[in-house]
C-alpha cells in the first residue's frame, strides 16, 4: 500500500512544493536566492519564449525544455536543483520579442550556507567591509521569519539570508551579479540560515487543508557511520 501511494505522490503535480519567484509587467527585479532548491519565475504568457544570459556577457541563449528547466503551460519557466553557475538574466518575452518581464537571479551556494541557532547564543555574520576600490559593505540581506514548523508545542522556525555588497548612494546588489565576471574569494560571501524557538497555537481548518505525501522507506541492509536522508518534496523556503 505505501509503494502504491509513493507512485501516485510522484503523478500529480507539486508546483505547491516550489517557491513563486513574480515580477511586475514589464519589470526587471532582481533576486538572491539558494541554490538545490527548486524555483519558478513567473511570466504570465502562453506563448513566453525565455532566455538566459550569465555573468560572462555572453550573447542571451534562448532556453530549452531539459531536465532540469521546464517551461510551464502559463508561460513560467520552472527551475529544479538551479546552481550557482545558473546565477544570470532570465528575459521572457512574448510572442512578437516584446519584454514581458526580466529577473536577475543570483544563485547562491547552498554548500556555503552558515546555519546559527538564536537561541543558542550563536551569531549570524557580521558586516564587513570589501575593498575593491571603493567601500564596499557586504552584508546579509534577512527574508521574513517562515512559519513554525509545529504547533500545540515547542518548535522552531526559520529565516534565510543572502549575501548584498553596498556602494555608498547606490542600491544593494546579491553578490555575485555586483561582482559579474570578477573573480572573489572571500569567505564572507556565502547566504545565511538563522533558526530560534517558536510557540504557535493550532489552526485545526489550516492544518487539516494541507497536502501530504506518503513516500516508501527502504530499510537500510548494513551498518554505517553516515545516512543521507532526502524528502522528495522539501525546499528551504518553506
Request: aromatic share 10%; charged share 15%.
Given at each position: 500500500?505505501?509503494?502504491?501511494?509513493?507512485?501516485?505522490?510522484?503523478?500529480?503535480p507539486?508546483?505547491?512544493?516550489?517557491?513563486?519567484?513574480?515580477?511586475?509587467?514589464?519589470s526587471?527585479?532582481?533576486?538572491?536566492?539558494v541554490?538545490?532548491?527548486?524555483?519558478?519565475?513567473?511570466?504570465d504568457?502562453?506563448?513566453?519564449?525565455?532566455?538566459?544570459s550569465?555573468?560572462?556577457?555572453?550573447?542571451?541563449?534562448?532556453?530549452?525544455?531539459?531536465?532540469?528547466?521546464?517551461?510551464?503551460?502559463?508561460?513560467s519557466?520552472?527551475?529544479?536543483?538551479?546552481?550557482?553557475?545558473?546565477?544570470?538574466?532570465?528575459h521572457?518575452?512574448?510572442?512578437?520579442s516584446?519584454?514581458?518581464?526580466?529577473?536577475?537571479v543570483?544563485?547562491?551556494?547552498?554548500?556555503?550556507?552558515?546555519?546559527?541557532?538564536?537561541?543558542?547564543?550563536?551569531?549570524?555574520?557580521k558586516?564587513?567591509?570589501?575593498?575593491?576600490?571603493?567601500?564596499?559593505?557586504?552584508?546579509?540581506h534577512?527574508?521574513?521569519?517562515?512559519?513554525?514548523?509545529?504547533?500545540?508545542?515547542?518548535?522552531?522556525?526559520k529565516?534565510?539570508?543572502?549575501?548584498?555588497?553596498?556602494?555608498?548612494?547606490?542600491?544593494?546588489?546579491?553578490?555575485?551579479?555586483?561582482?559579474?565576471?570578477?573573480?572573489?574569494q572571500?569567505s564572507r560571501?556565502r547566504?545565511?540560515?538563522?533558526?530560534?524557538?517558536?510557540?504557535?497555537?493550532?489552526?485545526?481548518?489550516k492544518?487539516?487543508?494541507?497536502?501530504?505525501?506518503?513516500?516508501?522507506?527502504?530499510?537500510?541492509?548494513?551498518?554505517?557511520n553516515?545516512?543521507?536522508?532526502?524528502?522528495?518534496?522539501?525546499?528551504?523556503?518553506?
Open positions: 500500500m505505501l509503494a502504491t501511494l509513493w507512485l501516485l505522490s510522484l503523478s500529480v507539486t508546483l505547491w512544493a516550489q517557491v513563486l519567484i513574480s515580477c511586475a509587467y514589464k526587471f527585479c532582481q533576486r538572491g536566492l541554490s538545490g532548491n527548486d524555483v519558478v519565475l513567473q511570466c504568457h502562453p506563448g513566453a519564449r525565455w532566455y538566459f550569465s555573468l560572462q556577457g555572453e550573447d542571451p541563449l534562448l532556453l530549452s525544455s531539459t531536465p532540469d528547466i521546464k517551461k510551464l503551460p502559463g508561460g519557466l520552472q527551475l529544479t536543483n538551479p546552481q550557482p553557475s545558473q546565477t544570470g538574466l532570465y521572457c518575452q512574448d510572442n512578437n516584446a519584454l514581458v518581464v526580466e529577473y536577475e543570483d544563485f547562491q551556494d547552498v554548500t556555503a550556507l552558515h546555519i546559527t541557532h538564536r537561541d543558542l547564543g550563536q551569531n549570524p555574520l558586516n564587513e567591509t570589501l575593498s575593491l576600490g571603493g567601500k564596499e559593505l557586504i552584508f546579509t534577512w527574508e521574513p521569519w517562515q512559519d513554525c514548523n509545529r504547533c500545540g508545542g515547542p518548535g522552531e522556525r529565516r534565510l539570508g543572502y549575501c548584498y555588497i553596498e556602494e555608498p548612494l547606490e542600491a544593494p546588489m546579491p553578490c555575485w551579479l555586483y561582482l559579474g565576471a570578477e573573480k572573489v572571500y560571501m547566504p545565511e540560515l538563522q533558526v530560534e524557538a517558536c510557540l504557535t497555537p493550532c489552526d485545526h481548518i492544518e487539516i487543508n494541507q497536502p501530504y505525501f506518503v513516500f516508501d522507506i527502504p530499510q537500510l541492509g548494513k551498518l554505517t553516515t545516512m543521507w536522508l532526502t524528502c522528495p518534496l522539501a525546499s528551504i523556503y518553506r
